[in-house]
């Protein structure tokens, strides 16, 4: 089992830039979730998906974040154009079904994204 | 609404000695609660989870945590601290409408030699 993969682990770029984010997801977990983690706020979920559907994305700050997941093995989180206030560490977890009851997240090591 | 509250934001102890981080909810029915934890540049792992089967609850790496309906807890506890405990250690708690996760603040444990 390789886990949840992110990529890439660390990203600087300038304001205004567009910023891609990538993960995988466990193979044959079919819900997926972008959190960011910050030190004033947090974990915050941003958005997820279940069957490749997004389900809730009521987290995503603005409408220069867009997530996408066009299959069951591949996501997406873009931010265009970037702001120094979008500097975080964005994690990725996926787990089996919708219900926490029975299936734990599995988390990715994440992505630190620094906009200068 | 649920919720959950660390009520510590760091914890420090000498290694061998016991750990105590302390987590109190919020919740209008029977919640499922987690602890995870987050070593330096890594993603949280499930160190262990709570949904009604037992109160006491065992985890990886020795922890383990009580469900307290009359007192609202769900402290962490671990009998000997290692110097490999050293991280942020997460309480969440499962929203029943949702299913979405509701994270503490973290609490961050120092372990010194």
Redesign the interface.
């Known amino acids: 089992d390789a886990g949840?993969i992110q990529s890439p682990r660390h990203e600087v770029t300038e304001m205004g830039q567009e910023v891609t984010l990538r993960c995988k997801p466990i193979s044959g977990h079919n819900s997926l979730f972008w959190y960011r983690q910050t030190m004033m706020r947090?974990?915050e979920?941003l958005i997820?998906f279940n069957n490749n559907v997004p389900i809730?994305d009521s987290g995503m700050p603005e409408d220069r974040f867009s997530a996408k997941m066009p299959n069951a093995s591949f996501s997406t989180l873009k931010i265009q154009p970037s702001e120094p206030r979008d500097s975080a560490v964005y994690?990725c977890?996926s787990r089996f079904g919708?219900?926490?009851?029975n299936s734990?997240?599995?988390?990715?090591?994440?992505t630190r994204l620094t906009v200068t | 609404a649920q919720s959950v509250t660390q009520l510590d934001s760091h914890v420090s102890v000498s290694e061998g000695t016991p750990v105590l981080l302390r987590c109190n909810y919020s919740s209008s029915y029977s919640p499922?609660l987690?602890w995870y934890v987050q070593h330096p540049?890594?993603?949280?792992?499930?160190l262990l989870?709570y949904?009604s089967a037992a109160t006491l609850v065992k985890g990886i790496n020795g922890f383990e945590a009580e469900f307290k309906k009359s007192e609202t807890s769900f402290h962490l506890t671990k009998p000997s601290a290692h110097m490999s405990d050293a991280a942020e250690y997460?309480c969440v708690v499962?929203d029943g409408n949702?299913?979405?996760?509701i994270?503490?603040?973290?609490t961050r444990l120092q372990v010194f030699p």
């Open positions: 949840v947090g974990l979920l997820y809730d994690f977890a919708l219900s926490s009851y734990p997240l599995h988390f990715g090591n994440g | 499922s987690f540049n890594k993603g949280l792992q499930l989870k949904t997460f499962s949702t299913d979405k996760l994270f503490g603040t973290g």
